[in-house]
Structure formats: C-alpha cells, structure tokens
DNA sequence: AGCGTACCTCGGAC
DNA sequence: AGTCCGAGGTACG
C-alpha cells in the first residue's frame, strides 16, 4: 500500500523513507476512540494524554507492566459516574461538559451507546460523520477521526490544523492564507481522496506523522528542495 | 450558509 | 519572573 500512495504523491514517498518502522493505523474500540478524540479539541498531544489516563482510572483494573498501571477503558455506563467537576478538577477544561454531554446522548440511545456506535460501521461515510457530529464536542474533524480509526471508514479524512498545513503547502496552494473554515474542510478532503482514493485516511496520518515534531520521524533537512504539485519549491 | 469569536489549561518561547 | 502563544476544533452568535 506504500508503494501506491508513494506513487500516487512524491512527498508521501519521500516522508515514507523516513518513518522508522512504520505506522500503526490501529482498529480502535469506537468508545475509547470517541471519548480519545473528544479531548484533542485546541489542544495538545501530552496534555490529551493526560486527560485520557485520568479517564481510565475509572475503568476496571489490569495490572502493572514495568512499574505502569494499566486500566481496561471505561465502559459508557462507567463513564457516566463520573461529573463534570471531576473532569474539571482533572484539568478537562471546557471539554468536561462534551464528555458527560456525549454520555448522555450515548445512553439515551436506543439499544445502548456502544450498539449504535457499532452500527455506524455499515453506513455511508457521510452518514457516520453526520450522526457523530449530533454528540456535543463532536464535530467534523473529531468525527472523521473515529470513523477512521474506529469505524472502518478508510477513506475518512481529519481534517485538522496540520493537515490543512500539508493541503496548502502541497496540494492546493492557492488556498495557502485562508483560514481553516468548514467549507474548505471538504475542499482539502476531496484533494485527498483525489490523489490517495480508497484508503486517503491512512495516507493522511503517515503525512499527519510528518508534520509532528516527534523523534520517530527523521525528514531530510538542510539544503533538499522538493517541488509541489505546482511545481512551486519547498 | 458563512464567518468571527470565545473557550480551559499549560508547557515552551521570548 | 511575567506574558504571550498555540495546541490533532467546536459551539454559538
Ligand atoms: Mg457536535
């Protein structure tokens, strides 16, 4: 699959050299996907982390590996012990109401939360993203970000502010100082899907990996100048 | 429909 | 040391 996209994009095979030992698209479990993602919102990497790690502890007990605790994450019904306070005293911000506001409207749900998020696989892309959109903190990146890595929707593309960096730069630089607005969201998913097809949401978070300031990529620096697909240097 | 703006928190940059 | 900025966006007017 490398190979394609390496063909289809000679940036993709470029940063494709450079990730060590590959990237993990991993199948999540859509409630941990859901409630993961619900905390990125304007936020950073390491803090998301730390807000996750404090929703776990609300999930049963595994054990200790190498000197670190390990908890199953919360089921919805467990999830909905815990307050909004909490997750406030527990440095959620103002995501704290987005997650007890999204337990509610899971429960509420006919046939449980984690049923109806099981059912979203089988629809259409669009509709995935629609129905998730209706939970609040929930919109189209956050979205596309659980059907992607939750839901089998391969083709799912988040849109996010580094992912709107890579579109502009890269794919369609004419857009390159407007702002990150709903409507172009779909503009810079359809660049994707144009140029990746099927599976553009694996495409994109190799490219999202790129963009990170992580020690797993090592990008060519120093004097390399490559060309866009308007021939433009970068 | 489309566009501005506020929003919790916090580590790093200056 | 104080201030400012921006981070895997979203809701609301
Ligand atoms: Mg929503």
């Known amino acids: 699959m490398w190979q394609d996209f390496s063909f289809s994009d ?29 905390c990125s919102s304007n936020n950073n990497i390491k803090r998301i982390e730390k807000m996750v790690s404090s929703m776990e502890r609300f999930g049963d007990f595994l054990g200790n590996v190498g000197g670190f605790d390990f908890y199953k994450f919360p089921s919805i019904d467990r999830l909905s012990c815990i307050s909004e306070q909490q997750l406030r005293d527990a440095g959620f911000g103002y995501r704290a109401k987005f997650v007890v506001g999204t ?75 407007a702002k990150l607005a709903p ?5 810079v998913s359809d660049a994707f899907v144009a140029k990746f097809g099927k599976y553009a949401g694996w495409a994109q978070t190799l490219l999202f990996i790129g963009e990170l300031p992580s020690p797993k990529t090592k990008k060519p620096t120093g004097g390399k100048k490559c060309k866009n697909d308007n021939n433009e240097t970068y």
């Open 10 to 38: 000679i940036r993709f095979a470029e940063l494709a050299q450079h990730v060590d030992g590959g990237a993990r698209v991993l199948k999540q479990n859509p409630v941990e996907c859901l409630f993961q993602f619900l």
């Open 103 to 177: 337990v509610k409207a899971l429960q509420e749900k006919p046939g449980g939360g984690e049923h109806w998020l099981d059912s979203l696989r089988k629809m259409e892309l669009c509709s995935v993203v629609r129905e998730l959109c209706t939970l609040p903190g929930v919109g189209p990146k956050v979205a596309s970000c659980v059907a992607l890595f939750s839901l089998d929707q391969h083709h799912a593309i988040p849109v996010d502010t580094h992912v709107w960096q890579i579109a502009t730069r890269y794919y369609i630089p004419e857009l390159a100082d």
């Open 183 to 187: 409507k172009l969201f779909s503009r």
